[in-house]
């Protein structure tokens, strides 16, 4: 009796300990397609916890990588809009909404044009959604930038926020990236 309470046992932590790895492995895509970002474990780790990406292929890994910089975009654009209303006068402010509304727009177009790929349209759609997310990056910097001019004691809480956000953009262009690189879907 007590080997049989023992051998239940052992398969219970077996099971508990198997189901914590399957929650929170990853698939070989998503590592493939993480293997050149900046911070490969924010890559990974990202992409992992999004739903549908330990499934997805390449392509679909990409709609995947950008709808997460869709869903941050968002909260960030809601915090630069209030510290505008609590410091109108901060110029650089203005500004960094007006660049995250571009930044959304660009990334909303992207998830379009990236739903709607084919082989047919591939060239062309790969080649309009790489430039949206290198403009999304860019307007980070320049939102940060136009803050180091005008109003530094702002800058710190903006950046940590545009920061997180372009760590994702950078990260959907790289697989964007990838994707392109096959040449096809």
Same mark, same amino acid.
């Given at each position: 009796m007590? #080997? #049989?309470?023992?051998? @239940?046992?052992?398969?219970?932590?077996?099971?508990a300990i198997n189901?914590?790895?399957?929650a929170?492995? $990853?698939?070989? =895509?998503?590592?493939?397609?993480?293997?050149?970002?900046?911070?490969?474990?924010?890559?990974i780790?990202?992409?992992?916890?999004?739903?549908?990406?330990?499934q997805a292929?390449?392509?679909?890994? !990409?709609?995947i990588?950008?709808?997460?910089?869709?869903?941050?975009?968002?909260? +960030?654009?809601? #915090?630069? +809009?209030?510290?505008?209303?609590?410091?109108?006068?901060?110029?650089? @402010?203005?500004?960094?909404v007006? @660049?995250?509304?571009?930044?959304?727009?660009e990334?909303?177009?992207?998830?379009?044009?990236?739903?709607?790929?084919?082989?047919a349209?591939f %060239?062309?759609?790969?080649?309009?959604?790489? =430039?949206?997310?290198?403009? &999304?990056? $860019? %307007?980070?910097? %320049?939102?940060?930038? &136009?803050?180091?001019?005008?109003?530094? !004691?702002?800058?710190?809480?903006v950046?940590?926020? $545009?920061?997180?956000?372009?760590?994702?953009?950078?990260?959907?262009?790289?697989?964007?990236?990838?994707?392109a690189?096959?040449?096809?879907?």
């Amino acid at each position: 009796m007590a #080997f #049989f309470r023992s051998g @239940l046992l052992w398969a219970i932590m077996f099971f508990a300990i198997n189901g914590v790895w399957a929650a929170t492995s $990853t698939s070989d =895509t998503i590592i493939k397609a993480c293997n050149d970002s900046l911070d490969r474990d924010f890559c990974i780790s990202s992409l992992s916890k999004a739903p549908g990406a330990l499934q997805a292929d390449l392509a679909h890994l !990409s709609v995947i990588a950008v709808h997460l910089c869709i869903e941050e975009v968002k909260p +960030v654009y809601d #915090f630069i +809009v209030d510290l505008r209303e609590r410091n109108p006068n901060v110029s650089g @402010l203005k500004d960094c909404v007006e @660049l995250l509304e571009d930044t959304r727009d660009e990334l909303h177009d992207s998830e379009s044009k990236l739903r709607r790929l084919s082989d047919a349209n591939f %060239n062309e759609y790969m080649a309009d959604v790489m =430039t949206w997310l290198s403009g &999304g990056e $860019t %307007n980070q910097d %320049n939102c940060v930038s &136009g803050l180091q001019e005008t109003h530094v !004691s702002l800058l710190s809480a903006v950046k940590a926020k $545009t920061d997180y956000l372009a760590m994702l953009i950078d990260d959907a262009l790289l697989v964007v990236n990838n994707v392109a690189d096959q040449g096809h879907i």
